[in-house]
């Protein structure tokens, strides 16, 4: 009885401890294969995070949103037993640390590590090695991540990209054989268009940071502002034939940088290192990824006060579970998967040795900057010429934390970004003032310095994006401090009072993107609208070519709905109309005039497909769908021949590498009415084909003469050659016909991103919309021999072809869906051109 009782005592004894021990499972022994052995499904990923939420007092998870497929999006907060309940005040006292919001700075705070995987669907390594990282976090018998956790919080995003990561895991999964087969050109290695890497709408996320122009940017942020953490990783993959990098980064590196950003980078690279010594592991640093561009996961944070870094894996969306490198060596997932395991691990160590130094360098970054900021501007004023872009200017603002204001009235003296010329004026109550001296004081200067300074022309990305250039505002750079004197704006100014009498028509301006939005919510309720192609006063109001007009006439079908139903579409856009009583007008033509010409409700189709950039295609896809909704019907290049080219009004042809864009149909459909509009590749494609009136530059077709020794290069510095050619993201002014619909509701100037140097000759027998000249160069780096190139060439154009047109846009109106200026640009070409 006593042996009996005593081996219950230890038995239940026994319980407790194991109960108070509980052993985690792994992410192996959850999912029921080994890690490593297949890719996991995003919601498989997110039961094991929920499991381990449920399982251990040391995480928390929080939903931060959902994907456009629907799928969710959370990060797990990963703390010691005394941090994990005090995570709210860790939050406000970082930020108090940053000079935001009104908590209280905690003694001895802990660093906050964030640590951001698969951003990047394809490069699917990451997410499976976001399991073994956190569980080895959470495993109570690791003596080492326990010490860790003591001064830091990690937290761990498993997935940025669900959609694209599932795109391609369902690609995968299916495909691969039984035991993985490594020849490059199996079909395992051969993901199909569009890919795994862009999220639903084709966008690269890791490019969208600054910018937020997609859902998962826009909620990620949200929750990373309310953050702020001291050190950011951003995982990725590169080629398979690459060895692994990891920090320090690349020149160039913004000017901006702090000397502890720099040098914490290389403290984080030298323990990374010493690990990957250990296991005689390859690796690269200090080459390739460099820091200026703002909107990377790496340069983002930067900007925002952490030290920033991105590591990159062999590997991508060809990699599968096994590849033969060009070195006839395999890489396998769980290659991958420990590479990316270690490193993330290591950065926690770094970081939770230097902790206090850490935090202390991030308290001062944010106090340095907002009480003496660096550059030599330190306001920047944003004139109240167009309320709708300067609206959207401030809400970009606002979702990264920038302050600004209106309300100051004063003379001034700045650099005006427009004529490049320092210069004298008047700020009024309704222009935006943002002031250098606020916490977020580094990445406003970044955002608006009108030039930015590269130390290295060899950079990854675009190296201008001022944003007075980006939404076509005009603005001045001051030296001196002005502050603003309310964060309120000013009212709308008042609408003008309806005239007298009943309606004949009615007018809304053709200005910005709202305008579009009115345009295309009147169509789809079946509204008939015209617009105008020169100006016109009526009642002594002038209204721009271009201005919609909704006429009774054509609109009977309405019968006396017609006035609620236009009325209730513009107060839904926000859109201010202006009836008209006659179609007799003070000036210009009357409605009954050639000039006023009907739109119609076109057909609207877009390319898709092996020949169409993935990301080109996204934006018109994006374009339509989210900004302004209005339908557009998806063609596959393949199926171009099954089309029944009859229904369809327009057809826009993105960037590409297009086999055929002159096929017999398209030909016929465009002689016989139809619309093609090309952008950028597309645009390549059609120059100097028979029927098309683009040409390249004669000079550069011409062999010419060269220097007999010109070929000799040296091999050492064959890459630096090249540069000047290279074209990475410049910005240049475009001067525009504004009297042609393709430039409709633009001054005689527009700025355009140009990432290469094409241009065309001036087109005989057709419009030259848009040209640069000689001196149209504004801001960020271009090679010598392009710069030389860049001149005196069309760039936007719209040629008469038969009944129909065709319309060339040489550089991307709407890249990244960031660039505001160019989308009314865009739409005038979908809706106005070759009425």
Not at 347 to 355: D, I, K, M
Not at 393 to 415: C, M
Request: hydrophobic content about 35%; glycine content about 8%; proline content about 4%.
């Amino acid at each position: 009885m006593k042996k009996l009782i005593l081996g219950l005592v230890l038995f239940v004894s026994g319980l407790n401890i194991s109960f108070a021990q509980e052993k985690l499972q792994s992410p192996s022994e959850f999912l029921g294969y080994e890690l490593g052995t297949h890719f996991t499904l995003h919601y498989r990923v997110l039961e094991y995070y929920r499991y381990l939420a449920a399982h251990s007092k040391n995480v928390k998870l929080q939903t931060y949103g959902r994907t456009n497929e629907g799928r969710e999006l959370l990060v797990a907060f990963v703390a010691n037993d005394e941090n994990i309940n005090r995570l709210d005040e860790i939050r406000e006292s970082n930020l108090a640390n940053a000079g935001i919001g009104t908590g209280k700075v905690m003694a001895n705070q802990p660093a906050i590590v964030w640590l951001s995987y698969n951003v990047h669907g394809n490069e699917s390594v990451s997410t499976e090695a976001s399991m073994k990282t956190i569980y080895d976090l959470l495993d109570p018998s690791n003596t080492k991540t326990k010490e860790w956790l003591k001064n830091t919080v990690v937290v761990i995003d498993p997935c940025m990209n669900p959609d694209g990561r599932d795109r391609y895991v369902n690609f995968y999964n299916p495909v691969a054989n039984l035991i993985p087969d490594p020849k490059p050109y199996a079909r395992e290695h051969r993901e199909p268009w569009p890919g795994g890497r862009f999220n639903h709408y084709y966008f690269d996320l890791n490019r969208d940071w600054a910018w937020q122009t997609q859902i998962e940017t826009q909620q990620r942020l949200k929750l990373f502002e309310s953050w702020l953490p001291e050190v950011h990783v951003d995982f990725h993959e590169q080629g398979v034939n690459e060895p692994y990098y990891f920090a320090p980064a690349a020149e160039p590196f913004h000017q901006v940088i702090t000397p502890w950003q720099r040098e914490f980078q290389n403290i984080v690279g030298k323990n990374n290192a010493k690990y990957f010594d250990s296991k005689g592991w390859l690796y690269f640093t200090k080459e390739r990824f460099d820091l200026l561009y703002p909107s990377y996961g790496d340069t983002y944070p930067i900007y925002n006060g952490s030290i920033g870094m991105t590591f990159e894996q062999g590997g991508g969306g060809v990699a599968g579970l096994a590849i033969l490198n060009e070195e006839g060596d395999t890489l396998t997932l769980k290659d991958r998967i420990a590479h990316h395991y270690t490193s993330g691990l290591s950065t926690v160590e770094a970081t939770s040795e230097y902790a206090n130094k850490v935090v202390s360098e991030f308290k001062k970054f944010y106090a340095d900057e907002k009480n003496n900021p660096s550059g030599a501007y330190k306001t920047y004023v944003i004139k109240a010429d167009h309320t709708e872009k300067l609206a959207k200017l401030a809400t970009l603002l606002k979702r990264n934390g920038i302050e600004f204001g209106y309300g100051v009235s004063k003379s001034a003296a700045g650099f005006n970004y427009f004529t490049e010329k320092t210069e004298n004026f008047s700020i009024a109550p309704a222009d935006m003032v943002v002031s250098q001296y606020q916490p977020k004081s580094v990445l406003t200067r970044v955002l608006f310095e009108p030039k930015t300074f590269v130390t290295d022309s060899n950079t990854y990305d675009i190296t201008a994006w001022a944003l007075p250039y980006v939404y076509g505002l005009q603005s001045y750079a001051l030296k001196d401090a002005v502050k603003p004197a309310t964060s309120v704006a000013p009212p709308p100014a008042p609408v003008e009072p309806e005239v007298a009498g009943k309606a004949y028509a009615w007018v809304a301006e053709w200005k910005s993107l709202k305008d579009v939005k009115f345009l295309s919510a009147l169509l789809q309720k079946g509204v008939k609208v015209r617009f105008s192609e020169a100006a016109f006063t009526s009642n002594g109001k002038q209204f721009d070519a271009g201005s919609l007009i909704i006429a009774r006439t054509s609109n009977e079908v309405l019968g006396d709905n017609l006035e609620a139903l236009v009325k209730q579409i513009a107060k839904e856009n926000n859109e201010n109309i202006y009836k008209i009583t006659s179609g007799f007008m003070d000036k210009g033509p009357d409605f009954g005039s050639y000039k006023i010409k009907f739109i119609g409700k076109p057909t609207v189709a877009v390319l898709a497909g092996d020949d169409v950039s993935a990301t080109g295609f996204g934006e018109v896809w994006h374009f339509f769908e989210q900004q302004i909704g209005y339908p557009i019907t998806v063609i596959k290049t393949d199926d171009i021949n099954r089309v029944k080219w009859s229904d369809i009004d327009v057809l826009i042809a993105p960037n590409g590498y297009y086999r055929d864009l002159t096929n017999e149909k398209i030909m016929d459909w465009i002689k016989a009415g139809g619309k093609l509009i090309a952008i950028e590749g597309a645009v390549k494609k059609l120059a100097d084909q028979k029927g098309f009136a683009l040409k390249s530059r004669e000079e550069e077709k011409k062999a010419e003469k060269k220097d007999l020794y010109a070929d000799l290069q040296a091999y050492g510095t064959a890459e630096a050659d090249q540069l000047i050619n290279s074209v990475p993201g410049a910005i240049y002014r475009v001067d525009l016909d504004n009297t042609h619909p393709l430039a409709f509701g633009y001054p005689k100037y527009y700025f355009t991103l140009k990432q290469d140097e094409n241009r065309y000759s001036f087109m005989e027998n057709a419009w030259n919309v848009g040209v640069i000249k000689k001196d149209n160069y504004m801001s960020g780096y271009i090679g010598y021999a392009a710069k030389q190139k860049l001149k005196d060439g069309t760039l936007f154009g719209v040629q008469e072809m038969g009944r129909g047109t065709v319309v060339y846009l040489a550089d991307d109106p709407i890249f990244r869906s960031f660039w505001e200026n160019g989308k009314l640009l865009f739409s005038n070409a979908v809706f106005l051109v070759g009425r």
